[in-house]
Nanobody, 122 residues
């Protein structure tokens, strides 16, 4: 079982940066894939990024490649999403997620956080 709590959301102007954090609890944190999804206003939830247990492998949605960076610190049971060059279309509720398997992580992970809101103004 993994419990996830996000933080770091807020409001920023276009071109700015934010870093989201996701604190995980549960004995299995070090053995799961972690990632982020987002759901913008009137849109479906979409995959943003994921990372394997060691941090040696990452995966990004095309829309955020080169702007967002996912990382994790297993000693702190925390995964991060550094978001740079933010655009108004990045406005969404961002959800932390976890799963034991990479394919499930990108589609329908088992564990979800409550979400943190990010608003990017033009």
């Amino acid at each position: 079982q993994v419990q996830l709590v996000e933080s770091g959301g807020g409001s920023v102007q276009a071109g700015g940066s934010l870093r989201l954090s996701c604190a995980a609890s549960g004995r299995a944190f070090g053995n799961v894939f972690m990632g982020w999804f987002r759901q913008g206003p009137g849109k479906e939830r979409e995959f943003v990024a994921s990372i394997n247990w060691s941090g040696s492998w990452t995966n990004y949605a095309d829309s955020v490649k080169g702007r967002f960076t996912i990382s994790r610190d297993n000693a702190k049971n925390t995964v991060y999403l550094q978001m740079n060059s933010l655009k108004p279309e990045d406005t969404a509720v961002y959800y932390c997620a976890a799963d034991r398997f990479a394919q499930a992580m990108a589609r329908s992970p088992d564990y979800w956080g409550q979400g943190t809101r990010v608003t990017v103004s033009s």
